[in-house]
């Protein structure tokens, strides 16, 4: 029986976000701590099998809350459906032939849920991998990158940008240009490079698990209110524009100026809508360390830049001993297969 297994890893943004959304850039990498695996084979009917995530049983009225606050109303599987019935759609409109053997899939997840590490879109990309082997097509990893958008934006209606699918698509450290989409194959897609992975010493990511949400309850208000207020598009711009200059402090090694970049970011995200107070304070924590503290993502995570082995054992000293849900690990680079 072929088995075909495929994992995409969790996604972490350097800098530039959310500039991507609004036609920006973003440098952001993949890492190995924490990923979604996605299994497909031949089956007698086409079977979507549930995960944990997708239970419907519950110790308490408490847990049942917990858990829809952590995973919504519906799981992955609505993730996984969704790819399937999106890539089907997109192979007959672009002529690519289609076995008819059915196939069983399931999905699980590490990935921390709701707190920006881009949990959704790694079951995507992975299901996607796995219905481009099973069925032999070949598809560009930039035309990859938008498929995957648009199945969480066009299809299941979640406020997002390109940033993190071309991270998990490619891999490793990537470099991002939103500034002149261009149409292919019916898909918009941008510039984007691989950089060397060797490049990013001294990060670190914090996680706070208690304060998890979807990333489109930032993304979505954020989008109707930057298209009508020319000081919130400005600052975008601003946001933009700071990411050819940590490409260029990476290139040199120059570890102070990508210091205060990652923290010019931040402050720059805080123009743009109220931080939480929770979210703030793990950013206060981390900078009172010494280490620079930006978001990862949309919230929830934060990542930046530490000095050495002493600041790092400060850092996690720091943050454990603010909240028993603040999490920090060093991240690993996962690089393309």
């Known amino acids: 029986m072929q088995i075909i297994r495929h994992r995409a890893f969790a996604r972490a943004g350097l800098i530039g976000n959310p500039s991507d959304g609004y036609g920006g850039k973003a440098i952001s990498f993949t890492f190995q701590e924490f990923g979604a695996n996605v299994v497909m084979y031949p089956w007698d009917q086409v079977e979507v099998i549930w995960s944990e995530q997708d239970r419907n049983r519950f110790d308490s009225l408490d847990d049942l809350i917990d858990d829809v606050t952590l995973n919504g109303y519906y799981g992955g599987v609505r993730l996984v459906k969704a790819t399937i019935k999106r890539f089907v759609e997109y192979c007959r409109e672009h002529d690519y032939t289609l076995h008819d053997q059915p196939f069983s899939v399931r999905y699980d997840t590490t990935i921390p849920r709701g707190v920006g590490l881009s949990g959704s879109s790694a079951i995507v990309v992975a299901t996607l991998r796995c219905l481009l ?152 924590t981390a900078r009172g360390v010494g280490a620079s503290a930006k978001f990862a993502g949309s919230g929830g995570a934060i990542i930046g830049t530490i000095r050495d082995d002493a600041m790092y054992v400060a850092l996690c000293q720091a943050m454990t001993s603010a909240s028993a849900d603040w999490h920090v690990i060093r991240p690993t680079v996962a690089t393309a297969n």
Do not use: W
């Open 133 to 284: 082997e099973y069925y032999s097509i070949e598809l560009p990893r930039d035309l990859q990158s938008s498929l995957v958008r648009s199945v969480e934006n066009d299809e299941l209606g979640i406020a997002c940008g390109y940033q993190d699918r071309v991270a998990q698509v490619y891999e490793g450290l990537v470099y991002m240009d939103f500034g002149q989409m261009r149409p292919t194959n019916g898909l918009e897609v941008g510039r984007y490079e691989d950089l060397d992975p060797t490049l990013l010493q001294g990060v670190y990511i914090a996680y706070d698990l208690s304060r998890a949400k979807t990333s489109a309850s930032v993304h979505g208000p954020l989008r109707t209110r930057v298209s009508d207020d020319a000081d919130l598009a400005a600052t975008i711009a601003e946001i933009a524009r700071l990411v050819d200059k940590a490409r260029l402090a990476l290139d040199e090694h120059d570890a102070d100026g990508l210091h205060r970049l990652l923290n010019r970011n931040f402050d720059l995200r805080c123009k743009l809508y109220p931080i939480q107070s929770g979210y703030l304070a793990m950013i206060q």
